[in-house]
């Protein structure tokens, strides 16, 4: 299952482009990789897993701009459609992934 965060903040102040960058580094440190500008997605194993990545946004949300998330199957995931330019690019795969509780 993969979590996507999609966003639009505000960047015409420098403490605004410093919330968006604070937001961004976030994202990063908790494993969210950027497939496209202010959109960032990031693989979950379980719906568990899910949840704490869900928290971990909502606790670093900028105060301004809008953010939103949806949690995907991988199955769909695997199904989106990738291209640069016109040509066709390989589809991520889910993520060899170890568990250990």
């Known amino acids: 299952m993969y979590l996507f965060v999609f966003f639009d903040l505000p960047v015409k102040r420098k403490s605004d482009r410093k919330a968006y960058d604070r937001f961004r580094k976030a994202l990063l440190k908790d494993g969210f990789t950027m497939l496209q500008y202010s959109v960032y997605a990031r693989?979950?194993?379980?719906n568990r897993v899910l949840e704490q990545h869900r928290v971990a946004?909502?606790?670093?949300?900028p105060p301004k701009g809008?953010?939103?998330m949806v949690a995907i199957t991988s199955k769909m995931f695997e199904k989106m459609e990738h291209y640069?330019?016109?040509?066709?690019?390989?589809?991520?795969?889910e993520p060899d992934v170890c568990t250990f509780y």
């Open 43 to 46: 693989y979950c194993v379980d």
């Open 57 to 61: 946004v909502r606790e670093a949300l």
């Open 66 to 68: 809008g953010v939103r």
């Open 84 to 93: 640069v330019g016109r040509k066709a690019q390989d589809s991520e795969r």
